[in-house]
């Protein structure tokens, strides 16, 4: 006898209660009709959308997950469906899994392992469950888990002992560098106790800050790879397994490669940017061309996301601007197909040192100035966004937001900002990835040295380390919160060391101000990582 499981990988809405429900049963009749499976299994929390955050206190909230979840059941027939929901019982909630099955609520599994570190909160919203869930589907005795259930041992092994022959992991598990290697070695672990095969069912899709890769995937009872998904793609996939008496042993099928690094880290950008714009109802996006290495990445993954017909860029030079780079902002624009505007802040420039010159008088010309001229084309770039409902994404990047090399108002303005955590090395090894599928990016503009070009002759490391020294520093201090001490042992300049640690802690105002960006790394800037803006602590 075989058993097949249907697999939805899909792209959900938080919040979109109604919507979700529809996209479930769509999936369902799907994988019933076509692809012929006895279960489909989908992600963590699917009915709420991940991570529902503050949602889940609204009573109102939860009744319209309740009443969706009562309608899927009543509409389900000829296939079991397990599904993620945030349910309420008896005055206390938790993170869910039902499985419907002809017109009812066949079972529920509730999370036992909840997760309250970097971005997740579920000890605020949920209480765990202690119970394994083990239902019969078609002879076979099948293990429900949820997401950190299988990160630490416990639940699977509960299951197991339970009688399970099979267990299903219902997931929402965000993407970061090498997650893909980290989610198959923990399962990998929790088969080699429990000695059964495991179908990990992830989620895909932006949701604010964090993206969700998908890469679902099935091992078997040794731990072997049987299937899986690709990332970043929305994907209705099904695994079959052999089934010979207490014996249950997965089919090989379908296994995609994971992604290299810079292949990973450049999909969840798009998918991120795709995502935020499209779910929150902007037009497009907009964004300042500089002719610099960061805004001609942001422009290369804007268009990729929404096409060139939606994306618009703005070249604002001002007198310190080289022609350099208005060529090369040009001509990527040009390269890409997208609309651009040159709109030179030298007027406006000029009307604020005119309107501050009394105040500035005596004054000598200091980064004031400098900042006026990127404040200037925030206004514009604000400008272009509200009038054309396209969403303004800002260019600036991890290693620049994690020193404030970068202007309130100015380069900080915006919706969006794609290279948030992704540090200065990343983005040239980005634009490498990109030009070698296509060259898009002018090869001067990833060749030339970095600079802001806010005054004669300016570049990054005037102000900051190069970023070889500055990125590894960041990298430790921020992402793995080592100490000064630690750095230096890591062979880095005490005295640098130093002014960069400094430099971080001293501009968690500016971060706290800046527009929500997508995780890529282990720690990233935002909900994740929450420092003190005023804090008397010297590391």
């Given at each position: 006898m075989n058993?097949?499981?249907?697999?939805?990988?899909?792209?959900?809405?938080v919040g979109d209660v109604?919507?979700?429900?529809?996209?479930?049963?769509?999936?369902?009749?799907?994988?019933?009709?076509?692809?012929?499976?006895?279960?489909?299994?989908?992600?963590?929390?699917?009915?709420?959308?991940?991570?529902?955050?503050?949602?889940?206190?609204?009573?109102?909230?939860?009744?319209?997950?309740?009443?969706?979840?009562?309608?899927?059941?009543?509409?389900?027939?000829?296939?079991?469906?397990?599904?993620?929901?945030?349910?309420?019982?008896?005055?206390?909630?938790?993170?869910?899994a039902a499985v419907l099955r002809e017109g009812a609520i066949h079972r529920i599994y509730r999370k036992q392992t909840l997760p309250n570190y970097g971005v997740f909160?579920?000890?605020?919203?949920?209480?765990?469950?202690?119970?394994?869930?083990?239902?019969?589907?078609?002879?076979?005795?099948?293990?429900?888990?949820?997401c950190e259930d299988v990160w630490f041992s416990g639940p699977v092994e509960?299951?197991?002992a339970a009688g399970a022959q099979l267990v299903l992991n219902l997931n929402a598990s965000p993407f970061h560098v090498g997650k893909t290697a980290e989610r198959e070695g923990v399962v990998r672990e929790r088969i080699a106790a429990a000695g059964v095969p495991v179908v990990y069912a992830n989620l895909v899709g932006g949701q604010d800050e964090l993206v969700f890769d998908g890469g679902s995937f099935a091992m078997d009872a040794s731990g072997d790879i049987v299937f899986r998904a690709a990332q970043f793609a929305e994907a209705l996939e099904t695994v079959d397994f052999a089934v010979d008496g207490g014996t249950v042993r997965p089919v090989r099928a379908s296994v995609a490669e994971p992604l290299p690094e810079a292949a990973s880290v450049y999909l969840a950008l798009v998918m991120a940017i795709r995502d935020y714009a499209g779910k929150n109802g902007f037009r497009g996006a907009v964004l300042g061309l500089s002719g610099g290495i960061d805004s001609a990445v942001t422009l290369a993954l804007a268009v990729d996301a929404l096409g060139a017909d939606q994306v618009q860029a703005a070249l604002m030079p001002s007198?310190?601007?080289?022609?350099?780079?208005?060529?090369?902002?040009?001509l990527q624009a040009e390269t890409l197909g997208v609309v651009w505007h040159l709109i030179p802040i030298e007027p406006a420039f000029m009307s604020f040192l005119d309107l501050l010159a009394e105040p500035f008088a005596g004054a000598a010309a200091d980064v004031t100035e400098e900042n006026i001229q990127a404040r200037c084309r925030g206004v514009i770039l604000m400008a272009l966004s509200n009038k054309q409902g396209r969403i303004l994404l800002t260019t600036g990047n991890k290693s620049e937001m994690s020193v404030g090399y970068a202007t309130l108002y100015g380069d900080m303005a915006g919706g969006f900002a794609p290279l948030k955590d992704v540090s200065k090395l990343l983005v040239y090894q980005l634009a490498e990835y990109r030009n070698s599928i296509a060259p898009v990016i002018p090869r001067r503009v990833i060749e030339r040295a970095p600079s802001a070009e806010l005054r004669p002759d300016q570049k990054d490391e005037d102000s900051l380390p190069p970023y070889s020294v500055l990125d590894p520093i960041l990298a430790l201090y921020v992402e793995q919160d080592r100490s000064i001490a630690e750095i230096v042992a890591a062979g880095y300049p005490e005295d640098v060391v130093r002014r960069v640690v400094r430099l971080v802690d001293r501009n968690e105002y500016k971060r706290r101000q800046a527009p929500p960006g997508v995780k890529i790394t282990r720690r990233a800037f935002g909900?994740?990582?929450?420092?003190?803006?005023?804090?008397?602590?010297?590391?």
């Open positions: 058993l097949r499981i249907a697999i939805a990988q899909l792209d959900f809405l109604e919507g979700n429900a529809q996209r479930v049963f769509a999936a369902a009749v799907r994988a019933r009709d076509e692809l012929g499976a006895d279960a489909v299994v989908l992600p963590e929390l699917t009915l709420a959308g991940y991570p529902p955050d503050d949602l889940i206190l609204r009573p109102d909230f939860l009744a319209a997950v309740d009443a969706a979840l009562a309608a899927l059941a009543a509409r389900v027939h000829g296939i079991d469906v397990i599904v993620g929901f945030p349910e309420w019982r008896d005055g206390l909630p938790f993170n869910s909160d579920e000890k605020r919203h949920f209480l765990p469950g202690s119970e394994p869930c083990v239902f019969d589907l078609r002879g076979v005795a099948v293990g429900l888990t949820i509960q299951a197991a007198r310190y601007t080289s022609d350099m780079s208005i060529e090369d902002a040009r909900r994740e990582r929450r420092y003190p803006i005023t804090c008397g602590f010297e590391p």
